[in-house]
């Protein structure tokens, strides 16, 4: 089965606690994403990478990180000091097409709650 | 300032019936804009994607427009399905490759 995978699907953070969420591709795609998509809200870039070993800040970085060791694997780090983590979150990868269009395909998401 | 504002923020239907969803966008330099589909607790998934050359691009009972002149989009969806029920979201994007995302529009198709 191709596609993107996150786990988990729900995950509970305490206070003060760092929190890793996984994202996993086999689409062979080199950029990586992570969104934010909170209430009445359109969906925020916090990170993205567009090859291994390279990623960059998006709109709403602070209180994430990221690494990129391998081209299939996007994880994200919601550390202490992201004071309102509650939301859902997104990973995705793309491809351009012949014509240089980009799209994108998205993960299941992660629902972060926290204690 | 690039932003995508979606109308209706929500809407209910009967099964059966047509509807349209409207966005507006503010973005250059313009590249593309495209729709998605996303079901509750679940990723989006693209339904069409127009360049600024294109007004027009069906998927289906979906039927996607673009005004460039006026930086408008449409989504009709023709003889709704219970499981047409989802949020529907516009996304345009710059000659630059930032994206932006809309807000959505939550559709409730009813029995």
């Known amino acids: 089965d191709g596609g993107i995978t996150q786990s988990p699907k729900y995950l509970f953070r305490k206070e003060g606690q760092n929190v890793t969420l996984s994202c996993e591709q086999n689409?062979?795609?080199?950029?990586m994403y992570w969104y934010r998509q909170d209430p009445g809200q359109g969906l925020r870039l916090i990170y993205y990478?567009?090859?291994?070993?390279?990623?960059q800040k998006g709109d709403i970085a602070e209180g994430y990180s990221v690494s990129r060791e391998k081209k299939e694997s996007f994880p994200l780090t919601v550390t202490s000091a992201q004071k309102n983590p509650t939301a859902f979150y997104l990973c995705?990868?793309?491809?351009?097409?012949?014509?240089?269009?980009?799209?994108?395909?998205f993960g299941p998401g992660t629902r972060l709650l926290v204690l | 300032k690039n932003q995508v504002e979606q109308s209706p923020q929500s809407l209910i239907i009967l099964e059966g019936k047509n509807c349209t969803l409207q966005?507006?966008?503010?973005?250059?330099?313009?590249?593309?804009l495209r729709w998605y589909k996303q079901d509750t607790g679940r990723g989006p998934v693209s339904l069409t994607i127009?360049?600024?050359?294109?007004n027009t691009k069906s998927n289906g009972r979906y039927t996607a427009t673009l005004d460039a002149d006026t930086k408008q989009s449409s989504l009709h969806i023709t003889a709704s399905q219970l499981s047409d029920s989802a949020s529907y979201i516009c996304?345009?994007?710059?000659?630059?490759?930032?994206?932006?995302f809309g807000a959505g529009t939550r559709l409730f198709v009813k029995a």
């Open positions: 966005c507006n966008y503010t973005v250059s330099p313009f590249s593309n």
């Open positions: 689409l062979n795609h080199d950029a």
């Open positions: 127009m360049t600024f050359s294109e």
């Open positions: 995705a990868s793309s491809i351009r097409d012949r014509g240089g269009q980009e799209t994108q395909y």
């Open positions: 996304v345009a994007r710059t000659g630059g490759f930032k994206t932006i």
């Open positions: 990478s567009q090859i291994v070993n390279d990623f």
